[in-house]
């Protein structure tokens, strides 16, 4: 098993950037493809973006895409960069651990309890 702890989230203006971050623990991190999820009120739990567990592929939704950056470092850690950040980014966003280099929420295991972004216009 491996537990998921979401930061970096928070208020900011449309076009700045915000770091997101989760850190597992455990030691079988390295076992797991990532993902990045996120949830506007309302709607439903959308992809965003998802890096191997050797960190060698990365996956985007076309919403983030050249603008999202997702990354991992071998400790415990996997980052979400947000550039140029639009008010529809707005949601709260969760991180995720899974066996499957996948783009759905079924085919992710672990799940962290999120962290609020807000884009203001």
């Known amino acids: 098993q491996v537990q998921l702890v979401e930061s970096g989230g928070g208020l900011v203006q449309a076009g700045g950037s915000l770091r997101l971050s989760c850190a597992a623990s455990?030691?079988?991190?390295?076992?797991?493809?990532m993902g990045w999820f996120r949830q506007a009120p309302g709607k439903e739990r959308e992809f965003v973006a998802s890096i191997s567990r050797n960190a060698g592929s990365t996956y985007y939704s076309d919403p983030v895409k050249g603008r999202f950056s997702i990354s991992r470092d071998a400790k415990n850690t996997v980052y979400l960069q947000m550039n140029s950040l639009k008010p529809e980014d707005t949601a709260v966003y969760f991180c995720?651990?899974?066996?499957?280099?996948?783009?759905?929420?079924?085919?992710?295991?672990?799940w962290g309890q999120g962290t609020q972004v807000t884009v203001s216009s």
């Open positions: 995720a651990a899974g066996d499957r280099f996948g783009t759905t929420p079924l085919e992710y295991d672990y």
């Open positions: 455990g030691r079988t991190f390295m076992r797991y493809n």
